[in-house]
C-alpha cells in the first residue's frame, strides 16, 4: 500500500473529509488532495503529525507496514525504560548485521539458535506474545 492509500484510508476510517483533515493539521484543503493523489508528499514535521493524529506509527501511515500498533507507547513502555534500551540495541545489531559477509551473517545466526535452544531447554525465554515490534533496514545508495 502506498502513503497516499494509507492517508485516504484512514481519514475515511475516521470519518473526515479532507477538508477536516486538512482543518486538523493545518494545511490547505488543496494540500490534502495533492497527497492523497501522489502529486505532492508531506515533509516529515506533517508526517508525525499525521501518526499523532491517527495515532499509528510511521511505518503504517507510509504504508511500508499493516502493523496497527499504535503510534504512542503504552504506560507500561514509557516506564520500562529496558524496553527502550533493547530497541536501541536491537537496531544496531541489525545494522551491523546487515553490513556482514555470508559467512559473518551464519554466524550469527548459528549463535543466536544455540542461544536461543539453551534458553528454551532450560525455560528461560520469554513468552512468545511478551514483545512485539519491527525494524525496518534500508540500504542507502549513493550517487558518486
Known sequence: MTFQERLKQLRKEHGMTQVQLAEKLGVASGTV???ETGKR???FEMIDN????FDRRIDYVMG??????PYHMSEEEETDPSLSQVEDDLTEYALKYARLDEFGRR??????RV????CRSDGALSPAGAYSGSIRISRIVSEE
Open 33 to 35: 488532495a495533492m497527497w
Open 41 to 43: 508528499s508531506p515533509n
Open 50 to 53: 499525521i501518526c499523532s493524529l
Open 64 to 69: 511500508s507496514s499493516d502493523d496497527q500498533t
Open 107 to 112: 554466524a550469527v545466526e548459528a549463535i543466536i
Open 115 to 118: 542461544e536461543y535452544e539453551r
